[in-house]
Each structure stands twice: as structure tokens, then as C-alpha cells.
């Protein structure tokens, strides 16, 4: 999603919003479906552009749970040496697609599996939003010397989405994925943390379409959401939308830059 203006609003029915949603593809990484109908904030540090800075100087790179390969077909440049993995197969397909034109090789590779690599293959590792970071493997690959540069989402993300749908969250759930906890576990793996920045940024969901698609592209924010399973619940918020605005949410993003040592 982007923070472009939203044009004037033409007033839908809820199931054709929702029809719509549900029939648009949510393979890869890209956000372009949301134009007009939902906006989001970007974190200040601009990760495109600080990735394309880093791939550039780089000599072999590795980008993990790369989605659709967006992002890191979008640099400008690409090491001698690309690597990117990703474990959903509509996924893998996609990547493949963007990125074998650009000389880089995706490997299919489960999320929580080990890092097929040898030790100290790569002298940069990256990863936008990440759904684990398995920080001993990356630690493992990078050489000394290298950088794990990573964009990821910070505690209690949308959690106003979350909580309209699953009801209040614990204390422990609404805490996790805490900067403070990556710090902590690299640092176990034997990194040094030399950069780590935290944002919440506001979200805007202008129609009831724009929250059924992101909760089916984004599907850990509500497991297993169905729209006949919250049917009465997506009515109501179509409804808040309509007579009030937009439904307001706030993502959370954290920046974190680590270096294996040379000793």
C-alpha cells in the first residue's frame, strides 16, 4: 500500500466490494491492487533504496523469503552473485519469472528449514518482513565481515484489524516481535547489531474490499480468514466505512542492520 490521495469514493455494495476482493490474486508481494482504496505510511529509512545501496557494493548476495522477488528485482543493480529463496510455490514461480531475467537464481526453500548454502557464501543477506528470522543460519552463511540488512514488522501491527476480528490479544502477543527481541537474538548468533530503528506508521482502508483482500494476502494476521466466517463482522465494518471513514490502523516496522565480525 502507498500513501497516495485517495480519489473521490464511489459508493459499492458490500458484496460486490467483496466479490471483488476475493476474486483478485494475492501471489507475490505486490501492493498495486490497493491503489485508491487503501493508503500506508512508509517507514523514513526508505529499505528499496538503502537494499539497492547495499546489493551494489556487494560481490554475493542472498535474499530470503523474498515473496514474488518485488523488491529485489527493483534494484538497480544486482551482485555478481543473487540468491533468493522463498517457500510458497505460486511464489517461487513468480520470483522465478522477475528475477531469472536479472541473472539471480531462486531456490524453493521452506521457511524453517536450514539455509541450503555453504558457511560464509555470502557477504550480504537481506529480507523485507520476514516471517521468522532463523538468525544462527544467516550468521552461518554470512562471511566475515558480512551484513544481515532486513526491513521487519514490529509488535502489535494492525492490530486494530486484528482485534476488531479475533477480539483483545494477550499482553505477550501484543509485545512480540519486539526490536529489543532481534537484538537480543542476534547477538546470541554472534552479529553486532550497528543499526536498529522502530515506526508506527497509519494505515487507511477506505472500503470494506481493501480489508478482505489484506487479510487474504497477509494471512497471519487473522489464521484461517474466510469471508463466510466473518461475514456479520466485514457487514458491520462496511457499514462503519460508509457512515464514518475510514477504518484507521497503525503497522509497525523496525530496521535492523547486523555485521558478522572479521575475527
Keep these: ?5 485517495r480519489p473521490p469514493r464511489t459508493p459499492r455494495s458490500f458484496e460486490d466490494l467483496v466479490a471483488q ?4 490474486s494475492v501471489d507475490g508481494w505486490d501492493f498495486s491492487w490497493f491503489e485508491g482504496r487503501a493508503t500506508e505510511e512508509r517507514p523514513s529509512w526508505g529499505y528499496a533504496r538503502s537494499m539497492g545501496e547495499r546489493l551494489a557494493r556487494a560481490s554475493a548476495a542472498l535474499d530470503i523469503q523474498t515473496g514474488g522477488g518485488e523488491v529485489l528485482a527493483a534494484a538497480p543493480t544486482l551482485p555478481p552473485l543473487t540468491v533468493a529463496t522463498e517457500g510458497w510455490p505460486p511464489n517461487v514461480a513468480r520470483a522465478t519469472a522477475l528475477l531469472h531475467p536479472r541473472g539471480a537464481v531462486v531456490v524453493a526453500s521452506p521457511e524453517d528449514a536450514p539455509l541450503p548454502f555453504a558457511d560464509e557464501a555470502f557477504d550480504l543477506v537481506t529480507s523485507r518482513h520476514p516471517v521468522r528470522t532463523y538468525w544462527d543460519e544467516i550468521a552461518r552463511v554470512l562471511r566475515p565481515g558480512g551484513t544481515y540488512f532486513s526491513q521487519q514488522v514490529g509488535p502489535a501491527s494492525v492490530f486494530e484489524v486484528v482485534e476488531y476480528f479475533l477480539g483483545p490479544q494477550p499482553e505477550e502477543v501484543r509485545k512480540g516481535r519486539h526490536p529489543d527481541s532481534a537484538r537480543a537474538a542476534a547477538e546470541a548468533a ?3 547489531v550497528v543499526d536498529l530503528r522502530a515506526e508506527r ?10 480489508v478482505v483482500h489484506f487479510l487474504r494476502k497477509v494471512i497471519w494476521m487473522v489464521p ?3 469471508v463466510d466466517q ?7 465494518l462496511h457499514e462503519q466505512i460508509e457512515t464514518k471513514g475510514p477504518f484507521v490502523a497503525h503497522s509497525a516496522r523496525f530496521l535492523i542492520e547486523a555485521r558478522k565480525p572479521r575475527a
Design 230 to 236: 466473518y461475514r456479520p463482522q466485514l457487514r458491520a
Design 1 to 5: 500500500m502507498t500513501a497516495a490521495p
Design 190 to 192: 554472534g552479529l553486532d
Design 21 to 24: 476482493a476475493e476474486a483478485a
Design 201 to 210: 506508521l497509519r494505515m487507511e482502508f477506505y472500503d470494506i474490499g481493501a
Design 224 to 226: 484461517g480468514f474466510t
